[in-house]
């Protein structure tokens, strides 16, 4: 089957680090998205891994181990406007060469003072 | 600037009635996509299209349409057979590359009274 499993709710510091964890089980992987959605708005795109490793943009970064169905979210220097959900995706291809993303339920953050 | 527009952002409609929603994008992207969000759910893809005068059902397509007549448009109607169509709709388009990450309108909240 298809899952996608993330921690519903967590809570950080302002300027500290927190680690959002993803993990996965799908057939037919082709790359891992996270994507930022503030209450009552659009989800926006913050990274993308289809290899294994580490890819960084600024404060944030995100790891992808695909043997193990398991990533993560790396937000650096937490300030109060990174409280939202964060949203892992998983695009999957099937023997169509559809693409397919499949959605988690998302990791609500609260950035507390 | 290019981007993704959904309109409205809030909609209201009597049980009954059938409802259209519109989305436009000038990114010149290939792919559209029309996802519903509901609490503790993660987002469900209704429809998508890859190219002009095609699109596919999603996961839950029963009670919803599509036409995809021009690359720009990807409107949505929400008929009566939807049984429970109050909810956040959005919006998506991306390219079809490697590296296809969707961009998102701001989202229209419908509810039906």
């Known amino acids: 089957g298809q899952n996608i499993d993330q921690p519903t709710e967590m809570t950080a510091t302002e300027g500290a680090i927190v680690q959002i964890n993803c993990t996965y089980q799908t057939s037919g992987f082709n790359g891992l998205f996270w994507y930022q959605q503030h209450a009552g708005e659009a989800p926006t795109f913050l990274s993308y891994n289809v290899l294994d490793g580490l890819e960084e943009k600024g404060r944030f970064s995100s790891f992808l181990s695909r043997s193990k169905g398991y990533s993560y979210l790396l937000l650096k220097e937490l300030q109060m406007k990174d409280s939202a959900s964060y949203l892992c995706a998983v695009r999957r291809i099937n023997a169509g060469n559809n693409r397919k993303l499949i959605w988690g339920l998302g990791t609500s953050l609260a950035v507390n003072p | 600037d290019g981007g993704i527009t959904q309109s409205p952002k809030y909609l209201f409609r009597k049980e009954g009635q059938n409802v259209t929603l519109s989305c436009e994008q000038n990114l010149n992207h290939d792919a559209m996509y029309w996802y519903r969000q509901d609490p503790g759910q993660g987002l469900r893809l209704i429809y998508y299209s890859q190219i002009v005068n095609d699109f596919q059902k999603g996961d839950i397509a029963e009670g919803y349409s599509v036409s995809r007549e021009k690359k720009e448009s990807f409107p949505l109607t929400v008929t009566s057979a939807q049984k429970n169509p109050t909810a956040f709709y959005l919006c998506?388009?991306?390219?079809?590359?490697?590296?296809?990450?969707?961009?998102f309108g701001q989202g229209t909240r419908l509810t039906v009274v």
């Open positions: 998506a388009s991306s390219k079809t590359g490697i590296r296809d990450e969707a961009f």
